[in-house]
């Protein structure tokens, strides 16, 4: 039975929009650190860089003034269980815009106001990050209603920007004021680690079930399967930035532990991004062919695949393995490819106005097999 009828649609811009500013700025921190080619990259960089501070200004300009003028579109996100889980995108496009302001802001502005900038941002994704953590899952135990073949990608937005702040916290600490703090700072990372890893692992075993036993949708759902890739090469990140870090700041036994860990975990990890990497280009080749609708979900294709750039920069760092890095470059082509059909894709929808229109309440959309 369509739900068509019943459903109003609105123009408004929801917490999801911020993926584009997630899939941008990831261009900009990835070819900062490129092996081979960062130094050649670094004007590339600084440009992608200010396209996703300016466009993360517009968006939170835009849901300020949204949800001061028109209240009851936020409160309205918040009560739709899908739409919900997105709020993790605006502290990850922060967080993101921080990075690359510390990574080449110094650049385009004075060195201590990149820097700063980069703690402000740090600091409000930080905060509202750790927000998104808790209440989007809390309201998900006690409020949102959800069929047994509901879970998808969108369920990890709001628990992964601990793992992110875990990450851009490694390029901060180094300029944190004293030891003290800078080891406060590195272990605090390391619990924000934790804690979106572990929930991470939860969620996409949930993702698994709902897969093995109902299948996929076939829609514009489909592309959410590759924000599985974004904890897992997020956190390949994270641990390989905080193990370099470690040995700057801790005592020489816990130094290395940390740094030895970066290695320990990260292999094993991308191992499994790039396996699950084939099992969803699978599953989206199978939805296109049959005719699977472009929507803001797109945007699922930069971020996660930018995230296994990164980690898979710093495993060449560590293991100092040309194919390593050359797999770097690889994967940072791929995310070139994966930000133009998205950015196209939007501009086309732009173009025609009916990417704005959102439904009153997200349709329950059912997976199948065959």
């Known amino acids: 039975m369509s739900t068509n009828e019943s459903v109003q649609y609105n123009n408004e811009i ?77 502290p990850m496009a922060m967080l993101t815009v921080a990075g690359g302001a510390v990574l080449v802001g110094h650049h385009v502005i004075p060195e201590v106001w990149a820097i700063n900038l980069g703690w402000g941002l740090w600091i409000a994704g930080t905060i509202t990050g750790l927000l998104t953590a808790i209440v989007i899952p809390y309201l998900h135990f006690t409020r949102y209603e959800m069929p047994d073949d509901a879970a998808f ?7 992964v920007p601990p793992m992110v702040s875990a990450t851009i916290g490694a390029l901060l600490i180094p300029h944190a004021t004293s030891l003290v703090v800078q080891q406060t700072l590195l272990y605090a990372c390391y619990a924000m680690f934790g804690l ?16 093995a036993h109902a299948g996929t949708s076939g829609g514009a759902r489909v592309p959410t399967l590759w924000i599985v890739l974004g904890p897992l090469g997020q956190s390949v990140t994270a641990i ?26 990260g292999v094993p990890v991308w191992g499994f991004a790039f396996y699950w990497s084939i099992i969803a ?19 699922a294709f930069t971020f996660p695949v930018g995230t296994c750039v990164t980690g898979t920069t710093q495993l060449a760092h560590y293991t100092e393995l040309a194919i390593v890095a050359w797999g770097a470059v690889a994967l940072f082509c791929g995310l070139l490819a994966a930000w133009l059909i ?29």
Do not use: E
């Open 342 to 370: 998205a950015a196209i894709g939007t501009l086309k929808g732009l173009k025609h106005g009916h990417i704005l229109k959102v439904p009153s309440s997200s349709p329950q959309v059912k997976s199948k097999k065959g």
């Open 240 to 265: 390989g930035s905080l193990g370099g870090v470690a040995l700057t700041i801790l005592p020489a036994p816990f130094a290395a532990s940390f740094h030895t860990m970066a290695l320990l975990y």
């Open 14 to 90: 929801g917490p999801n929009w911020f993926a584009s500013v997630m899939g941008t700025g990831i261009i900009a921190n990835a070819a900062a650190g490129l092996p081979i080619f960062a130094d050649k990259l670094t004007g590339f960089a600084i440009l992608v860089w200010v396209i996703a501070a300016l466009m993360l200004l517009v968006l939170l300009v835009v849901k300020v003034w949204q949800t001061l003028m028109r209240p009851h579109l936020i409160k309205r996100q918040l009560n739709d269980g899908v739409m919900a889980q997105f709020f993790g995108a605006p």
């Open 153 to 159: 990608g969108g369920w990890l937005m709001p628990v």
């Open 196 to 211: 979106s890893l572990v929930t991470s692992l939860v969620i996409i075993t949930l993702i698994w079930s709902r897969l």
């Open 281 to 299: 280009a699978l599953l989206t080749l199978r939805a296109m062919r049959r005719k699977m609708p472009f929507a803001l979900t797109w945007w």
